[in-house]
């Protein structure tokens, strides 16, 4: 047993200098939280913790690790003593599944499980956490963090397919800070394992390498949203320049959803002040009638032409889709949808699901001329 442990550590020593080797995707976890120190508990599994390069120790089901930083180095020790101060810290798993648990200390958030390796060392003043893990499980995460635990299978798998067009067109955003993607809706929603839905599991399985792509086997930008409140929106609505496969799509799926319609009213005075902050005339009276069927870019009324994005971000309101009058001294917004309206509406998408239709139909009734492509 002493020997085989010997040969494993020999294996993942050798590979120690070329992480990609064990690992198709590496995710920033906690991405610029400003963590100073963290526990590693291993959930599942076995680990060899390496200290520049160097094994420091063998880490079993239960073991638990205090890492903090010193400068630019990082102080680590378990629950018996302390192994000193390195630069770079990586737990290799060796069994046929490992996870493990991070729970950052300071600043504290809440802990989170995830599948396969992780990186430790210091950047930007601050811990840089990196999971090393197999794509299939990112994706699997990625969908139960983005999507939840409670839909269908079909919808699954189309959600499964647009992260991992994310992930593929998206490889190298973050290559400057040694990883591939984020855990923060920068890149997409990654909060660790998936672990309340197996079908989600199955689903990214079934779907294993498959992409959205145009003519030309190119990745597209894969959007999303939680709902579209009758109607995507075009690219052009949202970033100035048009997308072929990003046009308006009337969507009658997401008619009963939860957020097809909501309304909120602010004091008119509250909506002048407003507006001479952006630097305009608060005697412009808001006048927009936009209709349900309808998305426009810009509240216009006279001499007033003001982004509907803007005010959305600067009002909190849960999307850029809405109508506005004044009644009573209020201004009264009634909106439709949740999110940017591009692309996948998610409650549309289940609907669809719901009711029959696959997840090919699903993307392909979503993004208009583009095809599953296995690279």
């Known amino acids: 047993?002493?020997?085989?442990?010997?040969?494993i550590s020999m294996t993942f020593f050798l590979l120690a200098g070329s992480l990609l080797l064990a690992a198709d995707i590496r995710i920033g976890l906690f991405y610029k939280k400003g963590l100073q120190s963290i526990v590693f508990t291993v959930v599942e599994g076995e680990y060899i913790l390496y200290g520049n390069n160097s094994q420091v120790a063998v880490a079993r089901k239960g073991s638990i690790f205090h890492?903090?930083?010193?400068?630019?180095g990082l102080t680590v020790s378990d629950t018996r003593k302390s192994y000193g101060v390195f630069n770079s810290l990586d737990f290799n798993g060796i069994s046929s599944i490992n996870v493990f648990l991070v729970k950052p200390v300071l600043p504290s958030y809440a802990s989170e499980e995830s599948d396969d390796n992780l990186s430790v060392s210091v950047f930007s003043d601050e811990l840089r956490l990196i999971n090393r893990l197999d794509t299939a499980k990112y994706v699997a995460g990625t969908v139960e963090s983005e999507s939840g635990p409670?839909?269908?299978?079909e919808y699954y798998k189309a959600q499964a397919v647009l992260v991992r067009t994310y992930a593929r067109k998206n490889f190298y955003r973050h290559a400057h800070e040694g990883f591939n993607l984020c855990d923060n809706e920068h890149c997409q929603a990654y909060k660790g394992k998936s672990r309340m839905n197996k079908t989600i599991y199955d689903a990214t399985l079934a779907t294993q390498n498959q992409i959205l792509a145009d003519n030309t086997g190119e990745p597209v930008i894969t959007a999303y949203h939680a709902s579209c409140g009758g109607i995507t929106a075009g690219a052009a609505m949202i970033w100035n320049k048009d997308?072929?496969?990003?046009i308006p799509v009337k969507d009658p799926f997401c008619d009963g959803s939860v957020h097809r319609t909501w309304s909120k009213s602010i004091p008119l005075t509250e909506w002048n002040t407003?507006?001479?902050r952006k630097g305009l005339s608060s005697a412009i009276r808001p006048t927009y009638k936009g209709t349900a069927v309808n998305r426009q870019k810009f509240l216009d009324s006279d001499k007033l032409r003001l982004p509907l994005t803007d005010i959305r971000e600067d009002l909190k309101l849960k999307s850029s889709f809405f109508t506005l009058v004044q009644e009573n001294g209020q201004v009264v917004i009634t909106?439709?949808?949740?999110?940017?309206g591009l692309g996948l509406c998610q409650e549309g998408a289940i609907e669809m699901s719901r009711v029959g239709y696959t997840y090919v139909d699903i993307l392909m009734?979503?993004?208009r001329g583009l095809k599953l492509i296995s690279p």
């Open 274 to 276: 407003y507006l001479e």
């Open 1 to 7: 047993m002493v020997y085989r442990k010997t040969i």
């Open 335 to 340: 909106g439709h949808g949740y999110g940017h």
């Open 365 to 367: 009734f979503y993004f």
């Open 243 to 246: 997308l072929p496969y990003l």
């Open 150 to 153: 409670n839909a269908t299978i």
């Open 67 to 72: 890492i903090e930083r010193t400068g630019s």
